[in-house]
């Protein structure tokens, strides 16, 4: 069973005031890094797996979607996406993603941000996506990168200057990391690249590109608290196609 951790009242009232929550695309860092690796929506089924509160759900129908199924494990996401859309082609579900069967070949894209990390079985859901796309169907996601995700918070420090001093902990070692962000004891699905990639490659997808997203000089004058995410990538952004 996944822990719902967008469930927990503590959780939630801390995310919900995240600048990606409150602002919505324009307040990801990453989201133009996003936008390179989409393809043309217009007419598109799309599928958004883990969609929060809605906001690549909308606009990917702005952008001329067909219509976009948006599912999430948690009640409070799903109730926020409900609030802020006013569209019949969007239709918000609860489900829990280890679980979820899609209809087969139903969808031109499936799209999926900061969600797959949460996942214990990669390769099952990434069969199933496969069978849900049509032939030429793109899948484009985000994770957590895993050199992000691999140092044991616990080991976090950082020198005078603020720069993160830890060495990369543990990194072959795959399977569940727990940390404490909003939340005690959050848990997350650490896997190497090479698992990652080799993964999709197993489903049968073809991989278009990746990007190992990192802010540009401008955003971190802009944000300075983004400076460390230039010393070690926080976020995979991955393109693929299914053959
Ligand atoms: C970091 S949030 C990202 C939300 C949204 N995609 C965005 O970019 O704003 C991760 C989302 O994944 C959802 N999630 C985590 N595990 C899940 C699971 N097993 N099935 C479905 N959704 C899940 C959470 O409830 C949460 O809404």
């Not at 690796?37 to 067909?66: I, Q, T």
Request: proline content about 7%; overall charge negative; some cysteine.
């Amino acid at each position: 069973m996944a822990q719902n951790i967008y469930d927990d009242p503590a959780f939630f009232a801390g995310y919900r005031q995240l600048p990606r929550q409150v602002l919505g695309l324009e307040g990801a860092p990453e989201w133009a890094a996003i936008r390179a690796l989409l393809p043309d929506v217009r007419g598109a089924r799309v599928a958004d797996l883990g969609c929060g509160f809605g906001w690549a759900s909308r606009w990917f129908r702005a952008e001329g979607a067909a219509s976009v199924l948006g599912y999430d494990l948690s009640e409070n996401m799903i109730a926020q996406a409900r609030a802020r859309t006013d569209d019949p082609a969007i239709d918000y579900r609860i489900a829990d993603l280890e679980a979820l069967t899609l209809p087969e070949t139903a969808f031109d894209l499936i799209y999926s941000a900061l969600t797959f990390h949460y996942i214990v079985d990669f390769a099952w859901l990434t069969d199933m996506i496969h069978r849900a796309l049509v032939p030429g169907g793109r899948l484009v996601f985000t994770i957590e990168h895993p050199v992000y995700m691999a140092p044991a918070h616990p080991h976090w420090t950082e020198d005078e200057d603020g720069r993160p001093t830890w060495p990369v902990n543990g990194y072959a070692d795959e399977g569940e990391r727990r940390t404490d962000w909003f939340a005690p004891g959050v848990v997350k699905q650490h896997r190497t690249l090479a698992t990652t990639l080799n993964t999709l490659i197993g489903s049968g997808f073809d991989l278009l590109r990746l990007d190992e997203f990192a802010p540009t000089e401008a955003q971190v004058a802009a944000m300075p608290e983004l400076a460390v995410e230039r010393e070690r990538p926080m976020m995979l952004l991955l393109s693929a196609r299914k053959r």
